[in-house]
């Protein structure tokens, strides 16, 4: 199983990235998937996530300006980002728990990671 995210980049405070991440692989079935960042020096931290019925969780610091979405038949999950602040710099990862045979325990996958990097 493999999470690959892309979408990352440069933007102005103020502005707007939308990240996705693809899970592929032998995937039974996908429950929750996320964004967790981690900026220089920081612990990681959860940004977003999304469950399997499309309840979602965010950060405090990310109400109101960034939204996730899942595709549930490209196993997909997406984080629009909108109102960027420098804060949100960091490198963005996303997660999800895999199942990937009927009667197997959930497994936690990890991106590669991409970065967003919000400054003028």
């Known amino acids: 199983v493999q999470l690959q995210a892309f979408g990352g980049g440069l933007v102005q405070p103020g502005g707007s990235l939308r990240l996705s991440c693809a899970a592929s692989?032998?995937?039974?079935?996908?429950?929750?998937m996320g964004w967790y960042r981690q900026a220089p020096g920081k612990q990681r931290e959860l940004v977003a996530a999304i469950s399997r019925s499309g309840s979602t969780n965010y950060a405090d610091s990310v109400k109101g300006r960034f939204t996730t979405s899942r595709d549930y038949n490209k196993n997909m999950v997406y984080l629009q980002m909108n109102s960027l602040k420098p804060e949100d710099t960091a490198v963005y990862y996303c997660n999800a728990a895999i199942l990937t045979a009927w009667g197997t325990l959930p497994h936690d996958y990890w991106g590669q990671g991409t970065q967003v990097t919000v400054s003028s």
């Open positions: 692989g032998s995937i039974f079935r996908i429950n929750v």
